[in-house]
């Protein structure tokens, strides 16, 4: 923070164009604050540790159940994500206070960004008010994962989709591959910018415990566990309340599947979930490079031939 | 080996007998305009490396990538294809008609990937990291890290077929011998190398199929951008050889009019199967993918699609059919100009609009005036650093 503000001084003549002063402003009206998380960090080194221990994994990856029909919106969630993950925060009454205000940030749809893992989102269905919670869905075969050329991110066997700052280019591939747009930038660090990520608190999973934002949730939507049981837990729902549940399940199969499971009142479409893809988005990748190969060997004996004749040829031409 | 000659160097780099009166003919009105430009340019370039990306450009978490990507990388290389058409027609198929524009083609292949790389920095959260993916952290699933790789072998590549001109400029026959001889495998290996990141670029978006709009999201991306940036690569051919052919004919010894004309139109006749080809394709993915319910009048995005390849597609392909039937040179070069501009308005569809067309156009990114600032003095760079090395090296007598 020291050397941002050194240099603002420094050099003030963005201040003459009017950009210098309103850069704060919009670094939090956009939401890109860079808050220099170490949540991210902190669960890699947690990773790497456990990897070199030799640890017993055990049967099954975990998962989370979010249920929109009993999600009512008290954005207590984000405030625990930003608690436990040391994010920029407010006092919890700001979050629960906001489904009662007429402008509040229900307003927009919003996404999750540098400093914020978790947003809750309103939708207006036919004149029925559904909360749907936002943040990484932890794919099973994840896109973001597929895509940074450095191999910054994995997915660990509990399940959580984790992200490596220390070997981040900044290309920002991975924003772009993420079908559910979750990473976001720290677009206002200019030296040491980082991609920010919901860890599925990894660090609470392997000391045993529940995510933070599950922890808190006072309403019921938020259940964790093996993603498998999960699974049976949700058809069970759906089959015992048949006019409460839309019959799927959102993140079984979609996109590959995803180990963040959602049920809704209505088709998947309305609350603002991406549907129509049942593969992960990296199998269209992995099939054009495999692709690109068998045609890079194909193709050199023919260029070898060509260029060894052009060589005979040209040593002809200059006799 | 000749003794070395300073001041007989000095001379030939600057091409003025000393380096005052250099300077003083650098102030043309052109040089002025175009040091305007770099002056804003530079500004953008200091501006983000002290602020950052957040400050400088108007990227954000729906659009990581912006102009930069857009224009200099995607635009750019498809359009710095020159030395994959021409280098490989001349070198590998021996066509010895088109041996004088082998050498501008590597130049501007060169140049254009030189700079497309230095915006690309630019770009880059970490630019201090860039050689991560090529020394130690190896995503070896990710599309970019081919294309990352690529860059890399392919500017050597570039070094390798245009050190001919080089060493012939500095009088060191033995050397230019070596690499004359070189470039010919460099040219076949970079056919290789070419294809696979010209495609790979559009190869990218593959991952993202329900974000990229229907109309532009294909199985045939990869085909698509590697055909267009054949045609980029012919158009630029047909460009710079009409600009240099006017501005620097006193370097040209045999200049035939004739048969310059009658080469280009060859290219047009090329440009006109490509396109014709590429046009051919797009159709049948449009059919076969079922997308044609896409193209309404009430759609933004089917309008545009229409506009696009009309605008762009269909009738230049008209207007190249009936240049090269009647013989009409003139025509070919304005049509390339209008394919090449027609390549970097496909990228920043791909890139831009088409991307994220889910959300909102109130969202939608549109560039800074830094980003814009930057892009176009890698432009004027290009231009400048041709310029230079046409009027010093052998690129045209040849
Ligand atoms: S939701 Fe996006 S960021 Fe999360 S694992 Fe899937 S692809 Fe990666
Ligand atoms: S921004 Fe970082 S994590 Fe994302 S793809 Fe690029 S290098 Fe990988
Ligand atoms: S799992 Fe953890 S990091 Fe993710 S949204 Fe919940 S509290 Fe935040």
New binding site residues.
């Given amino acids: 923070m020291k050397r941002r503000d050194f240099l603002k001084g420094f050099l003030s003549l963005p201040g003459i164009l009017g950009i210098g002063s309103a850069s704060k402003f919009i670094e939090e009206e956009r939401g890109f604050k860079t808050t220099h998380t170490q949540a991210n960090a902190k669960n890699w080194e947690i990773y790497l540790k456990r990897k070199e221990s030799k640890y017993e994994p055990k049967e099954g990856s975990y998962g989370v159940l979010f249920d929109a029909t009993k999600c009512i919106g008290c954005r207590r969630c984000e405030w625990a994500c930003n608690e436990w993950n040391k994010n920029p925060n407010q006092p919890i009454e700001n979050f629960e206070r906001s489904r009662f205000e007429i402008n509040s940030v229900f307003e927009k749809i919003r996404r999750p960004s540098a400093g914020a893992f978790t947003v809750v989102n309103r939708f207006d269905v036919d004149g029925k008010v559904i909360y749907v919670k936002k943040q990484c869905m932890h794919c099973l075969d994840p896109a973001?994962a597929s895509?940074?050329?450095?191999?910054?991110?994995t997915r660990t066997e509990e399940g959580a989709v984790i992200?490596?700052p220390t070997?981040?280019?900044?290309?920002?591939?991975?924003?772009v591959?993420c079908p559910f747009d979750i990473?976001a930038?720290e677009y206002y660090d200019p030296l040491t910018p980082?991609?920010t990520k919901c860890t599925m608190c990894f660090d609470r999973m392997v000391e045993g415990k529940v995510p933070a934002c599950v922890a808190v949730c006072s309403a019921d939507a938020l259940k964790f566990g093996k993603r498998e049981e999960l699974l049976k837990l949700a058809y069970k729902l759906i089959a015992d309340n048949p006019h409460r549940y839309y019959p799927k399940v959102y993140g079984e199969d979609d996109f590959g599947g995803t180990s963040w499971l959602y049920l809704s009142p209505v088709p998947f479409k309305r609350i603002g979930l991406p549907t129509g893809l049942k593969n992960s988005p990296a199998v269209y990748t992995r099939n054009y490079l495999f692709a690109v190969k068998v045609l890079e060997i194909l193709a050199s004996p023919v260029l070898v031939y060509l260029a060894y004749k052009a060589m005979s040829k040209k040593g002809k031409d200059e006799e | 080996m000749e003794k070395f000659d300073l001041k007989g160097f000095k001379q030939k780099l600057l091409l003025a007998p000393d380096f005052k009166s250099y300077v003083f003919g650098l102030f043309t009105p052109w040089n002025v305009i175009a040091g305007i430009i770099l002056l804003f340019g530079f500004y953008a370039m200091v501006y983000r490396l002290i602020f950052g990306l957040g400050p400088a450009t108007n990227l954000n978490n729906d659009y990581p990538w912006g102009l930069w990507i857009a224009f200099d990388i995607l635009a750019g290389i498809a359009l710095a294809a020159p030395g994959l058409t021409l280098g490989t027609v001349v070198y590998l198929f021996r066509l010895k008609d088109y041996k004088s524009f082998a050498r501008p083609a590597i130049l501007s292949s060169l140049l254009g990937y030189v700079f497309a790389v230095i915006a690309l920095l630019f770009d880059l959260?970490r630019y201090y990291r860039v050689f991560?993916p090529i020394v130690w952290s190896w995503?070896l699933e990710?599309v970019?890290f081919l294309v990352g790789w690529h860059f890399f072998l392919y500017i050597i590549i570039c070094v390798v077929e245009w050190f001919p001109s080089f060493f012939e400029w500095l009088g060191q026959e033995r050397l230019r011998n070596f690499f004359s001889s070189l470039g010919i495998w460099a040219t076949a290996f970079g056919v290789i190398i070419a294809g696979g990141h010209q495609s790979a670029l559009g190869a990218l978006f593959l991952i993202a199929p329900t974000k990229l709009h229907p109309l532009w999201y294909s199985p045939l991306l990869p085909l698509f951008f590697l055909i267009t940036a054949v045609l980029g690569g012919m158009a630029v051919v047909v460009i710079e050889s009409s600009i240099t052919h006017r501005y620097f004919k006193h370097q040209l010894k045999r200049f035939d009019q004739k048969a310059f004309d009658k080469k280009t139109l060859g290219l047009g006749k090329a440009l006109a199967v490509v396109l014709t080809l590429y046009l051919l394709l797009k159709g049948l993915d449009l059919f076969h993918q079922e997308k044609l319910h896409y193209i309404s009048l009430s759609s933004t995005y089917g309008v545009f699609f229409v506009l696009e390849h009309l605008l762009f597609g269909v009738i230049p392909m008209i207007l190249l059919l009936w240049a090269v039937k009647e013989e009409k040179p003139f025509w070919v070069r304005v049509l390339s100009f209008w394919i090449a501009l027609g390549i970097i308005v496909n990228r920043l569809t791909v890139c831009l609009i088409a991307y994220n067309w889910y959300i909102p156009w109130s969202q939608k990114y549109y560039p800074s005036w830094m980003e814009v600032a930057l892009s176009l003095s890698m432009v004027v760079l290009i231009i400048l650093s041709t310029r230079f090395m046409i009027r010093r090296l052998p690129i045209l007598s040849d």
Avoid: E
């Fill in positions: 973001c895509s940074c050329f450095v191999g910054a991110f992200y490596n070997v981040c280019v900044g290309c920002r591939y991975c924003m591959a990473p930038y980082q991609v | 959260g991560y995503g990710s970019l």
